[in-house]
């Protein structure tokens, strides 16, 4: 089946550091989503984009829509401690259903020890 | 306002009963989607439903089943189950048309099968 690949599985981020994160794809998605899952909460969703190119800021977050169709990054810029948390990118490739989507495998942000 | 509503929010089984979860959409949301979290792991479509019709199915074995009531609420049946079973399972719902701002997840229930 279709898969994402998310980019880095984990990182370790110190307070104030900008964060960068990536989803890849080898088809093409109509729709870009961005999640937040804190521990036994369910998805989040911070940032939805739905045409190839668009760049959308929700406070400290920003996310693009690659303009292949086919990746999309979020950065979090000056990062707090309560980013800390998994991020899943997840989508709904072109012609795919219209509702159920895709999800990366997240990424893991952390406070650096 | 009101969210997805998920009962119950922990559930303990042993191998080879069954379970049933509970969802309830927001209200006006016509579609209900299952998602299935093993621990690590990433949510992966079981099955959805549209105006209590099934509209879509993923990877939902045989044991399990599911559907969608007149007042919008769904059910996941989980029959013979097994260890494999146990993980986050999560309702979200949408109201068609509204696009991903109306897909809103529910805090899950988790199964543990021992």
């Known amino acids: 089946g279709q898969q994402l690949n998310q980019s880095p599985q984990s990182m370790f981020i110190q307070e104030g550091e900008d964060v960068s994160m990536n989803c890849t794809s080898s088809s093409i998605f109509n729709t870009w989503l961005w999640y937040k899952q804190d521990p036994g909460e369910g998805p989040v969703l911070l940032i939805a984009l739905y045409k190839a190119g668009e760049l959308t800021s929700n406070g400290r977050l920003t996310a693009q829509f690659g303009i292949t169709r086919k990746d999309s990054f979020l950065n979090i810029s000056a990062s707090i401690p309560s980013d800390v948390g998994i991020y899943f990118c997840a989508g709904r490739a072109q012609g795919g259903s219209q509702g159920n989507l895709i999800f990366g495998k997240g990424t893991k942000l952390s406070v650096k020890p | 306002a009101a969210g997805v509503i998920q009962s119950p929010r922990h559930l303990i089984k042993e191998k080879r009963e069954t379970a049933t979860l509970k969802c309830y959409p927001i209200?006006?949301?016509?579609?209900v989607y299952w998602y299935q979290q093993g621990p690590g792991q990433d949510p992966q479509f079981l099955i959805s439903f549209y105006e209590k019709m099934q509209s879509d199915k993923g990877s939902i074995p045989d044991r399990f089943s599911a559907q969608q009531f007149s007042d919008y609420h769904s059910e996941l049946n989980m029959s013979s189950l097994e260890l494999g079973d146990s993980a986050l399972y999560f309702c979200?719902?949408?109201?068609?048309?509204?696009?991903?701002?109306?897909?809103?997840f529910g805090s899950g229930t988790r199964l543990t099968v021992v």
């Open positions: 209200p006006r949301h016509d579609t």
């Open positions: 979200a719902s949408s109201h068609r048309g509204q696009g991903a701002y109306g897909y809103t």
